[in-house]
């Protein structure tokens, strides 16, 4: 298998911690992907032109990082991610919708700071900066039923409050929210989100 990458996406660290927790990290050639450069032959394996995206070894591509991430969950003999139909299953997906959607409005609130000065949309900025937060105070409402055994849900929340410290740290999420920062500590401890921090 082939992983088209990029080390600062939150969606590649929650399929890279995957592939740890599945003990697949040495079965994937990872291929570094610019995928904003001009020159990109990223929309030859994904149309959407957006990493992560898994080459399999039959030629399928897969996309985006939900969908790959189930898929690796489906290769290997361990404690399954994604947990069997039934209320902790729903939980588990909740979860990862709701860290997903962090990193969504996160990377759109960036991506509009870094407009030119004149098209920048305060508004929209604030928009972006407000879900955020409402996801954030709703962990931390469930921070204390958070498992510290991993569920996709919990690998994606924590490559989401990851993303937070790695772009805007300046804005420290954990005030207010001690559950959820304790969770954090915990959790973050493990070798998968230890092996896949983004570059300094």
């Known amino acids: 298998m082939k992983l088209r990458y990029s080390p600062t996406s939150p969606y590649v660290r929650k399929v890279m911690m995957v592939l740890i927790e599945c003990g697949l990290d040495d079965a994937v050639e990872l291929i570094r992907t610019d995928a904003w450069s001009p020159e990109t032959d990223l929309p030859a394996d994904n ?6 995206a898994l080459i399999v070894q039959d030629g399928l591509t897969l996309f985006d990082s939900p969908v ?14 994604f947990p069997p139909p039934g209320p902790a299953r729903w939980t588990a997906l909740r979860q990862q919708a709701l860290a997903d959607g962090i990193c969504d409005a996160a990377i759109l609130r960036r991506l509009e700071a870094n407009r030119p000065d004149g098209e920048k949309s305060p508004a929209w900025m604030e928009r972006q900066r407000a879900a955020v937060a409402r996801a954030c105070d709703a962990l931390e409402a469930e921070a204390a039923s958070l498992p510290d055994q991993m569920t996709i849900g919990t690998v994606a929340v924590l490559a989401a409050l990851g993303y937070l410290d790695f772009r805007f740290g300046h804005e420290d999420w954990r005030p207010g929210r001690p559950a959820l920062a304790a969770w954090f500590e915990r959790a973050s ?7 896949t921090a983004p570059p300094a």
């Open 47 to 52: 149309p959407l032109g957006k990493v992560p």
């Open 68 to 81: 790959i991430c189930e898929y690796l969950d489906t290769l290997h003999d361990g404690a399954r991610l």
């Open 189 to 195: 401890a493990r070798d998968g989100y230890r092996r």
